[in-house]
Structure formats: structure tokens, C-alpha cells
């Protein structure tokens, strides 16, 4: 590319305004970033079957004590939301029992657990504290609580209700996952059956009552799930 004198000093104001943009210190803050990242491998044996999301709101209350009698100094009130996401997965080496029903295939899988820690967004946490009238513990009160945070989110994770919850859409993924792997394995006619009814150990199920539960997925209509 040819270049007269203007286009020569338009070139190099170019160049100038190019290495303002490049900042050797910024490279060097993120490689450091990355150089910071642990991977673990896991042992093969986790099947993520669902996950979930909530504004968790969590809140811790103080108020000075002396001999067991409350001071009349006021209640600090501290409060944290957090936006959450709850992961869940089965053990695919746990214990799981197939068998067929006429047209159904009956899959009881091992049961659901939480994927933790419990992943969090820390950009978006919104924090409150109020202090009592005669007291100056606020940040304190706060702090104390977001320590808990990972330990208070992992309960909730854990909680059955939350289980329960997520086992509806963990069937679907079940069933999608099995009928995958014997279709691959040539385990099966893929005609032989037309139904995939998925229960969880945890929820006391035996074959007996996993066979009057509603059907999981249609075979004959991929990747869509049957409502109750």
C-alpha cells in the first residue's frame, strides 16, 4: 500500500491511538485470572438431569444480651438476595432397576442430589442492614451473614421440597438419557416398547407402584414429555 506524507502521519497517529488501546497491564490482569482456575475432573459417573434458578432471600436479626435478658438497645436487621442456580444430578454407578411393563419400560434411577457449592451471582447481590437505635453492628451483623451464604444456599439445595420440585422435569431427562443409551448399545427393539415411565429411589417407589405411575416420555414422539 502506497502512502503519501499525509497518509504517513495519518498512519502513524494510527499506530499511537493502536498502542493506547493495548494495555500490557490488562493482558497480565487477566492472564492472571486465568492462571487462577482450578479443574477437577469428576469420576465419570454424574448425570446432570436439571437445574434451577431463584432470588434466595436470606435475613439475620441481633439484639444484645447480658446475663440471658434482652437490652432494651434496639434489633439489627440484616438481609441478603441472592439470584441462585441450583444444579442437580443422580450417580449413574448407583443402584437402578429396569424393567418391562407390556409396552412400558419401567426405570427406577438412583435418587436426585444437589450439584454443590450452589452456583450464585455475586454481581448481582442486593445486601440491607439496619442497625438498632442504640447500636453500631450493622456491617458486622452483615458480613456474619453472608459468611453462611454457601452453607444456607447448600440447605436449601437439599431441602426435599426443592428435591421434589425438580424431579418432574430430572424424569424427562432420565428417560431421554436411557432411551439413548440402550438405542445405542442395541439393547433394545426401539418398537418393542412405546412408553418410559422414570421413579427415583428416593421417593420409596418399588416396581410395583412405579407401574401405575403416569408415563414419562411418549416413544413415539421424540423428545417429548407426557403431562400426568
Excluded at 97 to 116: C, E, F, K, M, Q
Excluded at 132 to 155: F, I, S
Excluded at 159 to 185: C, M, T, Y
Amino acid at each position: 500500500i502506497w502512502l503519501g506524507k499525509q497518509g504517513i502521519g495519518s498512519a502513524k497517529d494510527a499506530v499511537v491511538e493502536i498502542a493506547k488501546e493495548f494495555n500490557p497491564d490488562e493482558v497480565i490482569k487477566t492472564f492472571d485470572q486465568w492462571r487462577e482456575l482450578e479443574a477437577t475432573a469428576t469420576e465419570g459417573n454424574i448425570l446432570e438431569i436439571a437445574t434451577a434458578t431463584a432470588t434466595e432471600k436470606f435475613t439475620r436479626q441481633t439484639n444484645l444480651e447480658i446475663f440471658g435478658k434482652t437490652l432494651p438497645l434496639g434489633t439489627t436487621v440484616s438481609e441478603i438476595q441472592v439470584p441462585a442456580t441450583y444444579r442437580y444430578h443422580i450417580d449413574l454407578n448407583g443402584e437402578w432397576i429396569i424393567t418391562a411393563d407390556g409396552n412400558r419400560l419401567l426405570v427406577l434411577a438412583p435418587p436426585v442430589l444437589p450439584s454443590l457449592p450452589v452456583a450464585f451471582d455475586t454481581g448481582k447481590i442486593q445486601k440491607e442492614s439496619k442497625a438498632g437505635w442504640a447500636r453500631w453492628d450493622g456491617q458486622d451483623n452483615l458480613d456474619e451473614l453472608e459468611k453462611g451464604l454457601t452453607e444456607k444456599l447448600a440447605v436449601r439445595a437439599a431441602d426435599p421440597d426443592s428435591i421434589n420440585k425438580i424431579q418432574d422435569e430430572g424424569r424427562i431427562a432420565v428417560a431421554k438419557f436411557v432411551r439413548r443409551w440402550l438405542e445405542s448399545h442395541k439393547a433394545w427393539d426401539i418398537d418393542q416398547f412405546e412408553k418410559i415411565v422414570v421413579g427415583f429411589h428416593d421417593e420409596d417407589l418399588i416396581e410395583k407402584s412405579l407401574s401405575s405411575q403416569p408415563s414419562t416420555l411418549r416413544l413415539n414422539e421424540p423428545g417429548k414429555s407426557v403431562l400426568p
